[in-house]
């Protein structure tokens, strides 16, 4: 019998995929399928490491440009030596390793500490971050003017020194807790101010906020720098062909729990005395912070106060070295607060910013 050519077409029309056509076709879907959406979760976890950097990094970039701001103007009209403050006042105040003599210390233009601060984000407990601080003068205090000083007293007891300006409103500006650098060819010394009498006279008793002022009857390195000197043979004292001027003391530091804080010493005006030492907080989870120093004759340091022996706090170290820096090299590393997707652990991102002390090379002081 034979079939008629019209059902054979019909027969063929209707025929589907077979089984093996079907397996391919699935196949060669899922693994299209596969490849979009691994190409789509690569996009996702870079968009997301992308933010990620963003968020991390906002506040890290601010801090170290803040940093970087203060090096510009470290030692700006401040004293190239320094200025003199009681024994021990960089390691109690600033934190810095205690020297081992009994004089008094320096507070020069930029004070540093090498490995000084533990921190709890860093997978190597052996690893201390760094710290640095910086002085300068406040170019606005005063329309930018010194206050000439006429001489010095005791003031309300026998232990206050009070400095005494050469105009009856030479002292006008000042405010209780400023910050001044009292400069004579004989010294410089830097004092705060608990009190102002009418508007020529500041004391600086001991006792102040952050402990930089010494008692005006104490003895030797225990007394006042600011007495006037006697005789061409007195030493520790004051000649009072003598100026004050406001400066700034700050310093930064990275606290255990990795936020980087910016210390602020006096100058709060009318704030209260257990206010004069401000803790700004500029950006967290800082999980290192390391800083380099180039000096003036182009070799690198890590601290330039310590001696020939490599070892901080012996009695090689010499302060001096710091007034050698001339560039500032800060290194920070900053961990992620989230988990990477790929590496299953919080991401680091390092920052790395050098900046010129200029004003500590061309500056007079």
């Not at 970087?68 to 009209?77: I, K, P, Q, S, T």
């Not at 760094?130 to 003068?137: C, Q, T």
């Not at 590393?333 to 299953?344: G, I, N, P």
Request: hydrophobic share 35%; charged share 20%.
């Amino acid at each position: 019998m034979t079939v008629p050519k019209d059902n054979i077409d019909r027969d063929r029309r209707q025929d589907g995929f077979s089984l093996l056509e079907l397996l391919i076709a699935m196949i060669i879907f899922l693994i299209v399928t596969g490849s979009i959406y691994g190409l789509m979760q690569l996009g996702t976890y870079d968009r997301n490491r992308a933010s990620r950097r963003t968020d991390v990094l906002k506040n890290a970039r601010v801090a170290v440009q803040l940093i970087g701001r203060d090096v510009l103007n470290a030692g700006l009209g401040y004293h190239r030596r320094g200025a003199i403050v009681p024994d021990n006042f960089n390691s109690t105040r600033l934190g810095v390793p205690a020297d081992v003599d009994g004089n008094r210390d320096m507070v020069t233009s930029v004070v540093v500490g090498n490995d000084i601060f533990t921190n709890n984000l860093n997978t190597n407990p052996a690893t201390r971050t760094d710290f640095i601080s910086f002085a300068y003068r406040d170019l606005e205090f005063n329309g930018g003017n010194v206050i000439d000083l006429l001489g010095v007293s005791a003031g309300a007891t026998a232990a206050v020194p009070r400095l005494t300006s050469k105009t009856s409103t030479g002292a006008a500006a000042c405010q209780p807790y400023d910050l001044f650098l009292v400069e004579s060819d004989t010294s410089q010394v830097l004092i705060m101010a608990t009190g102002v009498n009418g508007s020529n006279t500041v004391d600086a008793a001991p006792g102040d906020p952050i402990t930089v002022n010494q008692p005006f009857n104490g003895v030797g390195q225990a007394g006042s720098v600011l007495r006037q000197c006697t005789s061409s043979a007195d030493t520790n004292c004051t000649t009072y062909s003598a100026t004050m001027k406001r400066v700034f003391l700050v310093s930064y530091k990275v606290k255990p729990d990795g936020t980087l804080v910016r210390m602020v010493y006096g100058n709060n005006r009318g704030a209260g005395a257990g206010a004069q030492i401000q803790e700004l907080p500029l950006a967290y989870n800082i999980e290192d912070l390391q800083i380099t120093y180039i000096l003036d004759d182009g070799t690198t340091s890590s601290n330039p106060s310590v001696g020939p022996d490599g070892l901080v706090g012996t009695t090689d170290d010499d302060w001096q070295g710091f007034n050698r820096i001339r560039q500032v090299q800060i290194v920070v590393k900053v961990q992620s607060t989230d988990v990477d997707e790929k590496t299953r652990r919080p991401e680091s991102i390092t920052l790395t910013s050098t900046y010129a002390t200029r004003n500590m090379e061309y500056d007079a002081g």
